[in-house]
T-cell receptor, first 114, second 112 residues
């Protein structure tokens, strides 16, 4: 158990819909990261928050947005969903900025868009 | 453009033998390299890392080798055990930025 909690574990929805994925980082961790793993793809970095502020942005679509709340939990919002958005979405956390790359990952939220 | 490449989608090894997983990268700015292990229905977990100032790092049965001139790293598992069966992701970072670039992963199957 990494200490990172993601909900929901599974989500099935239709094209055009909007969903919200939630992440609670490990106790004491200030950084939250979102990664997407599509079929046959590695983990693609989406976005990072540190202590409530956006820190880094990767290949995140404009239809996607995220935020980190004062209690440090984070939400990833996916809107106008397309079939290609079906993927495993991982949240990870670290104490600080994890310059050496050691992150703690949750179990992921599997999104299926029909 | 894939900056971190794992060209072998899968690898099968017998228990007790050596497993060698390979990874290539293209970005010269990467200065820290990591291996993560992932079991089904779980998130990736950190396994071992190496800084670009080193060429080898060992942790028990796991050793990572870095060849900077070839932009290549490898993970050696000796001896391999059935419990090592998992997907192994190679990752790299520029330590000034703290985000990881992952390869697509190699599925290792260790048979008894």
């Amino acid at each position: 158990d990494s200490g990172v909690t993601q909900t929901p574990k599974h989500l099935i929805t239709a094209t055009g819909q909007r969903v919200t994925l939630r992440c609670s980082p490990r106790s004491g961790d200030l950084s939250v990261y979102w990664y997407q793993q599509s079929l046959d793809q590695g983990l693609q970095f989406l976005i990072q928050y540190y202590n409530g502020e956006e820190r880094a942005k990767g290949n995140i679509l404009e239809r996607f947005s995220a935020q980190q709340f004062p209690d440090l939990h984070s939400e990833l919002n996916l809107s106008s969903l397309e079939l290609g958005d079906s993927a495993l979405y991982f949240c990870a956390s670290s104490v600080g900025l994890a310059e050496t790359g050691e992150l703690f990952f949750g179990e992921g939220s599997r999104l299926t868009v029909l | 453009d894939q900056q971190v490449k794992q060209n072998s989608p899968s690898l099968s090894v017998q228990e007790g033998r050596i497993s060698i997983l390979n990874c290539d990268y293209t970005n010269s700015m990467f200065d820290y390299f990591l291996w993560y292990k992932k079991y089904p229905a779980e998130g990736p977990t950190f396994l071992i890392s190496i800084s670009s100032i080193k060429d080898k790092n060992e942790d028990g049965r796991f050793t990572v080798f870095l060849n900077k001139s070839a932009k290549h790293l490898s993970l050696h598992i000796v001896p391999s055990q059935p419990g090592d069966s998992a997907v192994y992701f190679c990752a790299a970072t520029n330590s000034g930025y703290s985000t990881l670039t992952f390869g697509k992963g190699t599925m290792l199957l260790v048979s008894p």
